[in-house]
T-cell receptor, first 116, second 115 residues
Framework: AQSVTQLDSHVSVSEGTPVLLRCNYS??????LFWYVQHPNKGLQLLLK??????LVKGINGFEAEFKKSETSFHLTKPSAHMSDAAEYFC??????????????FGTGTRLQVTL | GAVVSQHPSRVICKSGTSVKIECRSL??????MFWYRQFPKKSLMLMAT?????????EQGVEKDKFLINHASLTLSTLTVTSAHPEDSSFYIC???????????FGPGTRLTVT
């Protein structure tokens, strides 16, 4: 069985300050891990994915995440928040790449609020 | 990038009626589509995997006779909520897997309210 735990349901940061969204995973297999973002009234968008290559993964819009097997973590970071980053973020685990028919297991989400 | 659409985006229906939700891949073919349900302030839960030309595979606890899935073409899958009840009110999201690039793309979701 696989699962993800997003440690914070809500994170608030000031514009221009760093962002840290935390995620821990559990998987019986060598996992693939993803971060998706959901803006209101829009579809889920893939930010980045880890599929057993480099442990530090760079994604779109300046986001990156580091896979730490010893800590079973895959935290999402960004050096400087922008107002447009305000959205819901989901950490997702799969027992394969999204290219397979593998099921995706979603975390409960973290709502990121960015203030002036 | 690849686009997945859902129709309608929002629907209100009366208890006991049936509602059909469409999921379309607009610029790619998808042999596999997935249907998720998202409760308020909660995660997405996979309901079923829809394969073109064959029967859908339902997750444990999902009633296949209540949530009818049809994947009749490589660009269209439909979810029909039959005899809807207020507890079926939720946000339904589909995704489609692009077989060429092995990526999964999500639709914008459909908010169903059963009164």
């Amino acid at each position: 069985a696989q699962s993800v735990t997003q440690l914070d349901s809500h994170v608030s940061v000031s514009e221009g300050t760093p962002v840290l969204l935390r995620c821990n995973y559990s998987s019986s297999y060598s996992p693939s891990l993803f971060w998706y973002v959901q803006h209101p009234n829009k579809g889920l968008q893939l930010l980045l994915k880890y599929t057993s290559a480099a442990t530090l993964v760079k994604g779109i819009n300046g986001f990156e995440a580091e896979f730490k097997k010893s800590e079973t973590s895959f935290h999402l970071t960004k050096p400087s928040a922008h107002m447009s980053d305000a959205a819901e973020y989901f950490c997702v685990v799969s027992d394969g790449d999204t290219g397979t028919a593998s099921k995706l297991t979603f975390g409960t989400g973290t709502r990121l609020q960015v203030t002036l | 990038g690849a686009v997945v659409s859902q129709h309608p985006s929002r629907v209100i229906c009366k208890s006991g009626t049936s509602v059909k939700i469409e999921c379309r891949s607009l610029d790619f073919q998808a042999t596999t589509m997935f249907w998720y349900r998202q409760f308020p302030k909660k995660s997405l839960m996979l309901m079923a995997t829809s394969n073109e030309g064959s029967k859908a595979t339902y997750e444990q606890g999902v009633e296949k006779d209540k949530f009818l899935i049809n994947h009749a073409s490589l660009t269209l899958s439909t979810l029909t909520v039959t005899s809807a009840h207020p507890e079926d009110s939720s946000f339904y999201i589909c995704s489609a897997r692009d077989t060429r690039v092995h990526e999964q793309y999500f639709g914008p979701g459909t908010r169903l309210t059963v009164t």
